[in-house]
């Protein structure tokens, strides 16, 4: 029989570290989009003008939007969690279980295997509701309100299902890359600092190695997160309309290059990494306190 309640804690944590965190990421969203070149040869900006990073586009979407406008898209992100967090997290632990059964033991090799095979898993089954929180994020004023069902069929109305899995490559690249660093990172970096008798297994070890796992996680992730957001936000309707900017994740990696220089592949990385640390230290510090106390 398989053991559902790793899939039930990696869940209850993903959701509360969404919750938790929301805000920061649609600050970030917001800066990553910002720049695009649309066809009129014109730079996409917000509401209040151009963003000076992230402290400065936090307050100025409160000013011109509203505090609000902070968690729009936050029903699609918790749906997200809901399946990509359950499946990411009862995965990775089911394939560690069967591979260190196997191999008479865990190794850091295992682990980003299971890792990598969890992440693309679960992110490739979970994208419609990464498309849908994208596009509710990089909404700007109030006419362009909308729930999680109207931008859903909406979005299948215009282009399909296959809109549904727009940009599913290099989102489940992200997927392989942040994950495959940042479970394997944590339990390589809890285990020794336990065996080490650095840290007891406790609080301080939680955050110390949720800490590490999120700084490597951002490095590699930060460029595709890049790609995946501008390929998710454009509308595939008309290769002629001012929304059609890419396509293909090859066609975006080239015109954000091309248009903005290769820095831009990691702009937004610290509203990323804000994004990456307190959400993984929120959901490692909750998951490790589930796991204990049997929440679920």
């Known amino acids: 029989m398989i053991d559902l309640y790793p899939f039930f804690h990696g869940g209850a944590a993903s959701i509360i570290a969404e919750i938790c965190t929301f805000p920061i990421d649609t600050t970030k969203t917001r800066l990553q989009i910002q720049g695009e070149l649309l066809k009129n040869n014109t730079m996409k900006h917000f509401q209040g003008g151009r963003y000076n990073g992230m402290i400065h586009a936090f307050f100025v979407i409160i000013k011109q939007?509203?505090?609000?406008?902070?968690y729009r898209g936050l029903s699609a992100a918790v749906i997200r969690q809901a399946s990509y967090g359950t499946m990411k997290m009862g995965l990775y632990d089911k394939l560690k279980?069967?591979?260190?059964?196997?191999?008479?033991?865990?190794?850091?090799?295992?682990?980003?295997?299971?890792?990598?095979?969890?992440g693309v898993t679960s992110s490739t089954i979970a994208n419609p509701t990464d498309v849908i929180k994208i596009r509710l994020q990089s909404k700007s004023n109030y006419t362009q309100n909308s729930s999680f069902l109207k931008e859903f069929t909406q979005t299948i109305s215009k282009e399909g299902f296959k809109g549904l899995y727009k940009a599913v490559i290099p989102t489940a690249a992200r997927s392989a890359l942040l994950v495959g660093v940042l479970l394997p990172t944590?339990?390589?970096?809890?285990?020794?600092?336990?065996?080490?008798q650095i840290l007891l297994d406790n609080v301080y070890c939680h955050f110390a190695s949720s800490l590490v796992a999120a700084t490597f996680g951002t490095c590699v992730s930060c460029p595709v997160e890049v790609i995946r957001t501008r390929l998710m936000n454009q509308s595939n309707i008309d290769s002629n309309s001012v929304n059609y900017k890419y396509k293909s994740a090859l066609d975006c990696l080239k015109k954000t290059i091309r248009n903005e220089r290769i820095f831009a592949l990691w702009k937004g990385f610290i509203p990323t990494w804000y994004r990456i640390g307190p959400w993984n230290i929120i959901f490692f510090l909750t998951h490790e306190k589930i796991k204990k106390v049997n929440l679920i």
């Open 65 to 70: 939007e509203g505090i609000s406008a902070l």
């Open 186 to 196: 944590y339990d390589f970096t809890k285990g020794k600092l336990i065996t080490e």
């Open 97 to 118: 279980r069967i591979s260190s059964q196997n191999m008479r033991g865990e190794s850091i090799s295992n682990n980003i295997a299971c890792a990598v095979v969890a």
